[in-house]
């Protein structure tokens, strides 16, 4: 089930599908005009990601099921960390010494990621 789901929304195309539809609330022919995809691209991917359980079709619109919600939430939190990748190597770095107290390891942390859900993850026992 893994492998399905990382594969209906590894390409730039099917993963951008994906966030349209869970931050609009579009009908197919709208999302269809929305991308750049052939006709056939397009449902390819649509059927990829409703057989991977992330998004349905109700009244005419695709949204995201609750799994797909989940997955959505995931892979926000996966680009938030692209986006700090610099400074969580930082942290790796001043890590390595054995000399960083709890207390201070947790002010560099407070200090250099702004995001909450990374603050939270790191905070975690490895």
Not at 9 to 34: K, M, P, Q, W, Y
Not at 45 to 70: D, E, N, P, Q, Y
């Amino acid at each position: 089930m893994l492998t399905n789901v990382l594969k209906s929304i590894s390409d730039d195309e099917s993963l951008e599908l994906f966030r349209f539809i869970a931050t609009n609330d579009s009908d197919s022919e709208s999302l269809r005009n929305r991308t750049k995809m052939t006709r056939k691209q397009y449902y390819s991917r649509m059927s990829r990601l409703m057989k991977a359980g992330l998004i349905k079709r109700k009244s005419g619109k695709h949204t995201l099921t609750a799994f797909g919600r989940v997955i959505y939430d995931t892979q926000v939190t996966i680009e938030n960390a692209i986006s700090n990748y610099w400074k969580l190597k930082a942290i790796d770095s001043l890590e390595m010494s054995d000399d960083l107290p709890v207390e201070e390891r947790k002010k560099l942390i407070d200090n250099l990621i702004e995001n909450d859900g990374i603050r939270e993850i790191l905070a975690r026992k490895p």
